[in-house]
Structure formats: structure tokens, C-alpha cells
């Protein structure tokens, strides 16, 4: 064997026992308690809270929503909670989250008048289990909108301005996905972006796209569809979706 090949062996032995060397030496002091790992610097938990369902519900705060079809209205969020005795580590590690975490703690607030409740989330995620509502009303937060696994599913009415509407799986993609069913959608958006996935299923869906508003839709589902718009909306439908459209207009009232 040529010398030049045996000393390119010897690198690579040489780099693969240092290589196992430093994991083993690694693992040696995280089992001694020289190291430590994230989720022993502060634990994560979700709070939940349930209330009766109102008719017309104002959320402000959150940056991500996730709305999801259910029989009882409640919201979830997450706290994460430092642990006491890794404190100062986790100040020298990220002391601008360490501030945040102790200054500004996840907080929801709830008041109540008349028909509306009025929701306020010092939070980054805030996923809300809602059942047929009149009016939910978003502003400035992106958010997931789930229906019913089963055929039928809840009515929402949804108000938007300034929101992002996330598909909850790909547009075009439904084969690994379950579908998600809604009775009735009523939707007006002003400024915002709506993209409505394929494995969503609408009985009757109404839109209302105000300003500079816009909406993909390839192969979701739909029943009945009624679109009014502005001039400056973007609207990207199927062909199916376009002829239930035409079918629509052309209709003897």
C-alpha cells in the first residue's frame, strides 16, 4: 500500500476516534451533572380555561391563533416556567428571554358585555376551542382555522382586518390529512389574506373582500359559494369553485 494512502487512513481513524472520543466524553459529563439540558432550565405547561360561548367574540394580542371547531368554548396557551436553581445560568445563557419570561408573563383577560366577549392575550400562541359562533373578530394575527372531522361541522362568521389566514396543510395536498367540515363560513376580510386548504369542506361560504384582500382556493370544497369584492382583491379559485360562482349569479333570485 502506498504511503500516501495509509496516512489517508490514518486520518480518518484518527478523526473518527476523536470524533467518538468527544460524544463520549460529552455524555460523560451531562450523566456527572456538568451539563445541563434546556428543559431542566424552565418547564413548559398548558393552561386552559373554559367559559359559556359568547355570540360575537373580539380578540386582541396574540400574533398566532388557531381556531378550532368544538362543542364548548375555552382557550389554551402556553407558560413556561423558569426553574429556580438554574437561574443564573439561564440569565447568562439568554438574559433578554429571562427578562421577558419574568417581566411580561403570559396573561389572558376576559370581560364580558352583553352579547360580546372581548379577549385580550399577552401571548405568542393562543389556540381557541370554539363551537358555532356569530362573529369572531381578528386583527393583525395570523391564524389556523379547523373545522369538525365529521360531515356537518360549526358555523362561523369570521371579521379580519390586517390577518393572515394560514392553510392548516398544503393548498393542493389532502391525501395524509383528515378533512375538516364546516357547516357555514361568513367571512368579510379588509386587508387581509385567506387560503383555504384541500382538505376543507364548506357547506355554504360567504365572502366579503374588502380593500386589497385576497384568496387562494384550489381544491377545497364547497357547497354554495357568494363572493362580493373589491376591485383591489386577489381571488385564485378552482374551476369548480369559479362555476358554482357563475351558477350563482346566473340564478333566478
Not at 367559559?51 to 389554551?76: E, M, S
Not at 385580550?120 to 359562533?133: F, G, M, Q, R
Amino acid at each position: 500500500m502506498k504511503k500516501s494512502n495509509k496516512l489517508l487512513i490514518g486520518i480518518g481513524l484518527g478523526a473518527i476516534a476523536l470524533f467518538t472520543f468527544s460524544h463520549l466524553a460529552l455524555y460523560a459529563r451531562y450523566k456527572s451533572g456538568a451539563t445541563i439540558h434546556e428543559r431542566d432550565l424552565y418547564t413548559v405547561t398548558h393552561q386552559r380555561k373554559s367559559l359559556p360561548a359568547p355570540q360575537h367574540l373580539v380578540v386582541r394580542g396574540p400574533q398566532h391563533i388557531h381556531l378550532i371547531g368544538a362543542d364548548k368554548f375555552a382557550y389554551t396557551y402556553e407558560v413556561e416556567k423558569l426553574n429556580p436553581k438554574n437561574r443564573k445560568l439561564f440569565e447568562r445563557l439568554d438574559a433578554s428571554r429571562l427578562y421577558d419570561m419574568e417581566a411580561h408573563p403570559p396573561k389572558v383577560q376576559t370581560s364580558q358585555h352583553g352579547d360580546t366577549l372581548f379577549l385580550s392575550a399577552k401571548v405568542y400562541d393562543l389556540t381557541l376551542y370554539i363551537p358555532s359562533i356569530s362573529m369572531i373578530d381578528l386583527k393583525d394575527a395570523e391564524f389556523y382555522l379547523d373545522g369538525s372531522p365529521t360531515p356537518g361541522g360549526p358555523s362561523f362568521g369570521l371579521s379580519l382586518n390586517h390577518c393572515n389566514m394560514i392553510p392548516s396543510i398544503p393548498l393542493d395536498d389532502k391525501e395524509l390529512f383528515d378533512d375538516s367540515y364546516f357547516n357555514a363560513l361568513s367571512i368579510k376580510s379588509i386587508n387581509s389574506n385567506l387560503s383555504l386548504s384541500a382538505n376543507v369542506d364548506i357547506k355554504d361560504l360567504r365572502l366579503q373582500l374588502d380593500d386589497s384582500s385576497s384568496i387562494v382556493s384550489l381544491n377545497c370544497k364547497v357547497g354554495n359559494i357568494h363572493l362580493q369584492t373589491a376591485e383591489e382583491a386577489i381571488i385564485r379559485l378552482s374551476g369548480s369553485m369559479i362555476n358554482k360562482l357563475l351558477g350563482n349569479r346566473g340564478a333566478k333570485p
